[in-house]
């Protein structure tokens, strides 16, 4: 298996722009999750789907953030407009569902917005 | 609601010592996993080691184990003989239904190994 695919690895955009990151979990898993990484916050965990239905969104940061998983595998995570403070690393991560089985990650997406 | 404390920000250990990075983490559930984390340089996040709440031994992977103890809520890992590639950051995590199973993280520990 290829693991957990996502694109770009690297965005760099203008403040206002709209940024759509892309995410292909491991085949057969029915769990995704999408964090952001900063050094001040750490990883934070934006949004949580079980079998591609949103299941917490209460991660993400504001109503400029919306993620959807339109079938089993595929995943994006979409900022529009784009600040400066959505600078992160943007991971995609995904596993069966259960408390005993551990999320496999992408590479990540390093976003910038200048 | 669930959480994970990791308070150490760095640690420093020789090649060859055994290090040991502290967890605690806090939930109301019963049933629950927890989990370590590895993130090189690189930025790649690699799974080390899974404690389940209910597993009567302490899990180990090679050169890694998990101190479980349940009474205290902590999972702090161990990692033995330390190389040089072993510095990183090291995250702990957790699985509950508390949280839907979603994958919570602490904030992590930066791991240096010196020569």
């Known amino acids: 298996d290829a693991g957990v695919i996502q694109s770009p690895r690297h965005e760099v955009t203008e403040m206002g722009q709209e940024v759509t990151l892309r995410c292909k979990p491991i085949?057969?898993?029915?769990?995704l999750f999408w964090y952001r990484q900063t050094m001040m916050r750490g990883l934070e965990l934006l949004i949580y789907f079980n079998n591609n239905v949103p299941i917490d969104d209460s991660g993400m940061p504001e109503d400029r953030f919306s993620a959807k998983m339109p079938n089993a595998s595929f995943s994006t995570l979409k900022i529009q407009p784009s600040e400066p403070r959505d600078s992160a690393v943007y991971f995609c991560a995904s596993s069966w569902r259960g408390i005993n089985t551990e999320a496999f990650f992408g590479q990540g997406t390093r976003l910038t917005v200048v | 609601a669930q959480k994970i404390t990791q308070t150490q920000p760095g640690m420093f250990v020789q090649e060859k010592e055994a290090v040991t990075l502290d967890c605690t983490y806090d939930t109301s559930d019963q049933s629950y996993g927890l989990f370590w984390y590895k993130q090189p340089s690189s930025g790649e996040m690699i799974f080390l080691i899974y404690q389940g709440s209910y597993d009567e031994q302490n899990a180990t992977e090679g050169r890694y184990s998990l101190n479980f103890q349940k009474a205290r809520k902590s999972a702090n890992l161990v990692i033995s003989a330390s190389q040089l590639g072993d510095s990183a950051m090291y995250f702990c995590?957790?699985?509950?239904?508390?949280?839907?199973?979603?994958?919570?993280f602490g904030k992590g520990t930066t791991l240096s190994v010196s020569s």
């Open positions: 995590a957790m699985r509950g239904n508390q949280a839907g199973t979603a994958l919570i």
């Open positions: 085949s057969g898993h029915n769990s």
